[in-house]
Protein backbone atom coordinates (compact mmCIF):
# COMPACT_ATOMS: atom_id res chain seq x y z
CA UNK A 1 0.00 0.00 0.00
CA UNK A 2 2.83 2.32 0.28
CA UNK A 3 3.43 2.25 -2.91
CA UNK A 4 0.02 3.15 -3.62
CA UNK A 5 0.43 6.16 -1.57
CA UNK A 6 3.38 7.42 -3.41
CA UNK A 7 1.94 6.86 -7.08
CA UNK A 8 -1.21 9.11 -5.60
CA UNK A 9 1.41 11.70 -4.22
CA UNK A 10 3.31 12.01 -7.55
CA UNK A 11 -0.32 12.95 -9.29
CA UNK A 12 -1.75 14.75 -6.38
CA UNK A 13 -1.81 18.32 -9.09
CA UNK A 14 -4.71 16.00 -10.65
CA UNK A 15 -7.99 15.44 -9.94
CA UNK A 16 -8.26 12.71 -7.79
CA UNK A 17 -11.11 10.62 -9.81
CA UNK A 18 -8.49 10.74 -12.33
CA UNK A 19 -5.58 9.47 -10.41
CA UNK A 20 -7.87 6.67 -9.37
CA UNK A 21 -8.25 5.70 -12.78
CA UNK A 22 -4.63 6.13 -14.03
CA UNK A 23 -3.82 3.47 -10.62
CA UNK A 24 -6.50 1.31 -11.58
CA UNK A 25 -5.17 1.48 -15.01
CA UNK A 26 -1.59 1.00 -14.03
CA UNK A 27 -2.76 -1.95 -11.68
CA UNK A 28 -4.21 -3.88 -14.89
CA UNK A 29 -1.03 -3.61 -17.03
CA UNK A 30 0.98 -4.20 -14.18
CA UNK A 31 -0.91 -7.04 -13.27
CA UNK A 32 -0.56 -6.49 -9.85
CA UNK A 33 -1.95 -8.06 -6.56
CA UNK A 34 -1.47 -6.64 -2.95
CA UNK A 35 2.18 -6.31 -3.30
CA UNK A 36 2.34 -3.51 -5.64
CA UNK A 37 5.79 -4.40 -7.61
CA UNK A 38 4.63 -3.19 -10.62
CA UNK A 39 3.06 -0.42 -9.42
CA UNK A 40 6.94 0.70 -7.88
CA UNK A 41 8.53 0.14 -11.42
CA UNK A 42 5.33 1.89 -12.77
CA UNK A 43 5.49 4.86 -10.38
CA UNK A 44 9.70 5.54 -10.89
CA UNK A 45 8.97 5.31 -15.18
CA UNK A 46 6.43 7.92 -14.28
CA UNK A 47 8.47 10.04 -12.04
CA UNK A 48 11.67 9.87 -14.62
CA UNK A 49 8.87 11.22 -17.07
CA UNK A 50 7.32 14.06 -14.87
CA UNK A 51 4.17 14.40 -16.32
CA UNK A 52 2.63 18.33 -15.92
CA UNK A 53 -0.52 17.46 -17.41
CA UNK A 54 -3.26 14.70 -17.57
CA UNK A 55 -2.51 14.20 -21.29
CA UNK A 56 1.34 13.46 -20.28
CA UNK A 57 0.09 11.05 -17.75
CA UNK A 58 -1.78 9.40 -20.37
CA UNK A 59 0.73 8.99 -22.72
CA UNK A 60 3.46 7.96 -19.79
CA UNK A 61 0.72 5.16 -18.86
CA UNK A 62 0.63 4.19 -22.84
CA UNK A 63 4.38 3.85 -22.89
CA UNK A 64 4.25 1.76 -19.63
CA UNK A 65 1.74 -0.19 -20.69
CA UNK A 66 3.39 -0.95 -24.35
CA UNK A 67 6.57 -1.73 -22.87
CA UNK A 68 5.23 -3.78 -19.93
CA UNK A 69 3.07 -6.00 -22.92
CA UNK A 70 6.64 -5.86 -25.24
CA UNK A 71 8.32 -8.04 -22.64
CA UNK A 72 5.67 -10.47 -22.10
CA UNK A 73 5.44 -10.89 -25.70
CA UNK A 74 9.12 -11.94 -25.79
CA UNK A 75 8.86 -14.09 -22.40
CA UNK A 76 6.59 -16.07 -24.62
CA UNK A 77 8.83 -16.59 -27.45
CA UNK A 78 11.21 -18.10 -25.43
CA UNK A 79 9.07 -20.95 -24.73
CA UNK A 80 9.98 -22.58 -28.00
CA UNK A 81 6.67 -22.47 -29.97
CA UNK A 82 8.07 -23.05 -33.51
CA UNK A 83 9.58 -21.36 -36.38
CA UNK A 84 6.47 -19.63 -37.61
CA UNK A 85 5.10 -18.30 -34.47
CA UNK A 86 8.37 -17.25 -33.48
CA UNK A 87 8.45 -14.99 -36.30
CA UNK A 88 5.27 -13.54 -35.44
CA UNK A 89 6.63 -12.96 -31.84
CA UNK A 90 9.36 -11.54 -32.93
CA UNK A 91 7.06 -9.23 -35.52
CA UNK A 92 5.01 -7.93 -32.71
CA UNK A 93 7.56 -7.30 -30.57
CA UNK A 94 9.56 -4.95 -33.04
CA UNK A 95 6.27 -3.42 -33.89
CA UNK A 96 5.71 -2.67 -30.03
CA UNK A 97 8.91 -1.28 -29.60
CA UNK A 98 8.49 1.05 -32.93
CA UNK A 99 5.14 1.88 -31.60
CA UNK A 100 7.34 2.54 -28.01
CA UNK A 101 9.99 4.99 -29.66
CA UNK A 102 7.27 7.14 -31.46
CA UNK A 103 5.00 7.69 -28.39
CA UNK A 104 8.77 8.64 -26.26
CA UNK A 105 9.76 10.51 -29.70
CA UNK A 106 5.77 12.42 -29.08
CA UNK A 107 6.05 12.70 -26.04
CA UNK A 108 9.04 14.95 -26.31
CA UNK A 109 7.69 16.93 -28.75
CA UNK A 110 4.65 17.32 -26.37
CA UNK A 111 6.75 18.27 -23.64
CA UNK A 112 8.36 21.12 -25.86
CA UNK A 113 11.83 20.07 -24.74
CA UNK A 114 13.88 21.90 -27.22
CA UNK A 115 15.81 20.18 -29.70
CA UNK A 116 19.16 21.02 -31.31
CA UNK A 117 19.94 20.45 -34.95
CA UNK A 118 24.03 21.02 -35.71
CA UNK A 119 24.88 22.04 -39.07
CA UNK A 120 28.66 20.98 -39.81
CA UNK A 121 28.87 23.06 -43.42
CA UNK A 122 27.36 25.66 -44.59
CA UNK A 123 27.34 26.93 -48.51
CA UNK A 124 26.58 30.14 -49.47
CA UNK A 125 26.03 31.14 -52.93
CA UNK A 126 26.81 34.40 -54.61
CA UNK A 127 24.91 37.23 -53.07
CA UNK A 128 23.49 34.69 -50.41
CA UNK A 129 23.37 35.01 -46.53
CA UNK A 130 23.90 32.71 -43.72
CA UNK A 131 22.98 33.17 -40.37
CA UNK A 132 26.24 31.65 -38.06
CA UNK A 133 25.54 30.67 -34.58
CA UNK A 134 22.33 29.83 -32.09
CA UNK A 135 18.67 30.71 -33.86
CA UNK A 136 15.97 30.57 -31.76
CA UNK A 137 12.20 30.27 -32.24
CA UNK A 138 9.81 32.96 -30.71
CA UNK A 139 6.58 32.19 -29.67
CA UNK A 140 4.98 35.46 -30.94
Do not use: W
Amino acid sequence: MQNLQKVRKSLADFDPDFTDYIIKILMNIMNDDDNCVGLNAAFHILKSINPKDSLEVMAAVQLIGNFELNNKIRGYASYGCGSEPMVRITNQSIKLQNAFFNGMSTLKKYKNEPQNINVNKVEVSKGGQAIVGNVTKSDS
